[in-house]
């Protein structure tokens, strides 16, 4: 019998899906439907095998995307009947400390992932939106949750606890949970698979760089140590987010310009990172273009990024005790030669090197032969990953 597994990402006003054709791993179709909720139409766009559309679809829920998505693949045969759909899993923002794997959905799992939203106000509850919708059209096709924070379960309390008032950890649950598991997982298991040794005996730094990015130490195949904390702000300066700043800023920058801390909180996520020291652009992209034109606060936004990338893989190896594999992934990690070379300048005292070559061709491996630690770029897969633990489950 067919196992066709589907992932979904529900975003507040966006839906994201990919079908899987399992254990095969054969994508049959993704798309997503954007600017839900925004109007009485949203955008949908899918690509097939060489065929890629962008419509608009009528209707302005999440419900409602669900169910034309689910005709539309009756209607395009991608599935003959519902019933084919063996299962369908859910990225899920914030498991906090209940949820140490990928989990069935039931009405108990529902209800914690919904109390989770305390700690996740923005994407907890529309991930629940996802979950709802989809149990709706289908009730008795199995849905799993996947979540951000469970692969970095397995950290020592020495690297989750946060030096305040424990109360606040145990009342609160404020502590370290950090994000992009899925991610810093998958690239992890994949670039085992190509250096053909068995993940558990590995020292891996995972570094995803895209717009969101974080940092994770990996050792006896388990996260040890991530750069995001108690939210996705903490750890490296990025596209709009600040990343690690001195906390006392933060009710300075209050009293001074009399701010809320809503206002605050949206200043250090929306505004700042790379956005906000250029003063132009969040996207590495553009930012790269003008530093090659002479713009000294591209140069330095760079410079910034690179340097404290580095201090964290410096930091990372001592937590490893030593590095076997870094790994790059992610919009900025997987396509940009100028910034990985950046990171990785005047690192050969950890024994990094890299081929400029295979640097500039984004080539799987860019270690050079005299490097002692493999420097790999692996694409990420959140969607196959968030598939697999679901094919798993069910
Ligand atoms: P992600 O969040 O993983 O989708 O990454 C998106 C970010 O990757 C974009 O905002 C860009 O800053 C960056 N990016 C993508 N392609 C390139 C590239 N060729 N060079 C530099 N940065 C890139």
């Known amino acids: 019998m067919a196992n066709k597994i589907m992932s979904i990402n529900a975003g507040s006003s966006s839906l994201k899906f990919q079908l899987f054709e399992m254990p095969e791993e054969e994508l049959l179709i993704k798309g997503l439907f954007e600017r839900i909720g925004l109007e009485d139409e949203m955008f949908f766009f899918y690509s097939m095998k060489e065929t890629k559309v962008k419509t608009s679809v009528k209707g302005k829920t999440h419900e409602e995307a669900i169910n034309f998505l689910l005709h539309f693949l009756l209607e395009r045969s991608v599935l003959t009947s519902l019933d084919e759909l063996s299962g369908v899993g859910h990225r899920v923002a914030h498991g906090g ?29 529309v991930n629940v939106v996802g979950i709802e919708a989809l149990a709706k059209e289908l009730p008795d096709c199995p849905q799993v949750a996947v979540f951000d924070t469970s692969f970095h379960q397995t950290m020592e309390a020495k690297n989750y606890v946060y030096p305040l008032p424990y109360r606040f950890y145990e009342e609160d649950s404020v502590r370290r949970y950090g994000f992009h598991g899925t991610s810093h997982q998958f690239v992890a298991s994949e670039a085992a698979s190509y250096l053909e040794k068995p993940l558990e005996s590995l020292k891996i730094i995972s570094c995803h760089l895209g717009n969101g990015a974080s940092i994770c130490g990996i050792k006896d195949g388990k996260s040890v140590i991530t750069s995001m904390g108690f939210t996705p702000l903490a750890g490296l300066m990025m596209g709009t987010r ?21 206002d605050m909180d949206k200043l250090m996520n929306a505004e700042s990172g790379f956005k906000g020291v250029t003063e132009f652009s969040s996207d590495t992209r553009d930012i790269i273009s003008e530093a090659e034109k002479g713009n000294e606060r591209a140069k330095l936004a760079l410079d910034m990024f690179a340097g404290r990338v580095k201090q964290t893989i410096g930091a990372y190896a001592a937590e490893l005790d030593g590095i076997d594999a870094l790994i790059f992934t992610a919009g900025i990690g997987e396509n940009s030669s100028e910034i990985r070379q950046m990171i990785c300048e005047d690192l050969t005292f950890f024994g990094i090197q890299i081929d400029q070559n295979q640097n500039q061709q984004n080539s799987k491996r860019i270690s050079s032969a005299a490097s002692s630690v493999e420097v790999l770029v692996v694409e990420t897969n959140e969607e196959l990953m968030i598939v697999r633990d679901t094919f798993d489950l069910i």
């Open 242 to 262: 600040c990343g690690d700043i001195d906390p006392s800023i933060v009710p300075f920058l209050q009293n001074e310009k009399n701010l809320s801390a809503s």
């Open 97 to 125: 400390e209940d949820f140490k794997t990928s989990s069935l959905v039931d009405q108990e799992a529902l209800k914690k992932i919904k109390d989770l939203s305390k700690l996740a106000p923005l994407h907890n509850p």
